[in-house]
């Protein structure tokens, strides 16, 4: 079976309205596939011309890698390379969308920093979005060789305090026994992200949450067996215990998905070196241009004290 790209498709474009920063996607990231797990997984790669840090971004709960790219452009106009994965079950990762596990994400940011520091060298950062940004510290605390992390939202998804956001994911909460035993039941079974995630909490723009109800790429059904790995999967090291990667922590002033007291909650039982930033202007997703470059340069500063 051929492997799917981005380069022949075009659902992806619709992310991107500017038609001078759609031509500079298509000229810039370079597609590959790698091996992880028991499958291969899709990577946008965006190569600086000379040697350079990489930084290892990471997609949220409904996204994909190439929807990716205006959160990470002012990083590549920063000299960094940069990669962003498909995870397993999203984008043109080759699995059933919404089928991955938290400990299959772990993985796939494993063995995508590995990549990255073969490739490029060995000053690799970590980073993601919501899920992205958790996953970031999940991989951390379970090895990956990176030298510092920037999370953009800082949770523990298999803590009950993390449920309580919203009335939706605190039903989650007593149902958690019925989950587990229906995801081994019905391991395949659809169940309907809303449960999870709130589109219309993304942010204020109704392009962008139009997009995320309607384009192909974004995931709008996570299986049973996924979505109870995301209400029941801890981290290996507690933020208490996790004292040896630099982490910053970022969240968005006005994000009305996730509270900024949850990441600053969690931020403060950081034992490692690390730093809190509260962006304004900013929701769930940063979406205002000041906002983005705010963003990259909050992460620039963090990982520039690390080259």
Known sequence: MSLPFYKDHSHWEEFFSDPDELLFFKNTIEEKYIPS????IHLDIYEQTKPSPTVVYCHGLSSCGRMMGHMIKGLFKASYNVICPDLVGFGMTTKPYGSGTISEFVQNLFDTVNYANKRF???????????????????????ANV?????????????????????QTSLMIPLKPVLK???KLFPKA???????????????????KDLFKTNPLVIHN??????????????????????????????????????????????????????????????????????LLKYAQEMDAWFSEYH
């Open 181 to 183: 035993l229906a995801a």
């Open 190 to 208: 659809n169940l309907p992200l809303q449960h999870f995630l709130q589109v219309d909490y993304l942010c204020d723009d109704t392009v962008v």
């Open 147 to 167: 030298k510092a992390i920037a999370s953009l939202c800082l949770m523990d998804f298999g803590s009950n305090e993390t449920l309580k956001i919203n009335r």
């Open 37 to 40: 797990g028991d499958t291969q």
């Open 222 to 291: 996570y299986t049973l067996s996924a979505g109870y790995s995301l209400v029941s999967t801890k981290p290996l090291i507690t933020f208490e215990q996790f004292n040896k990667i630099p982490t910053l922590v970022l969240h968005g002033r006005e994000d009305k998905l996730l509270p900024a007291s949850l990441s600053k909650k969690n931020y403060d039982r950081l034992k490692c070196k690390k730093k809190f930033v509260l962006l304004g202007n900013c929701e769930h997703i940063p979406v205002a241009e000041e906002t």
């Open 121 to 143: 060298g060995n000053n690799v950062y970590l980073a993601g979005i919501s899920m992205g940004g958790g996953l970031s510290y999940y991989a951390a605390a379970a090895g």
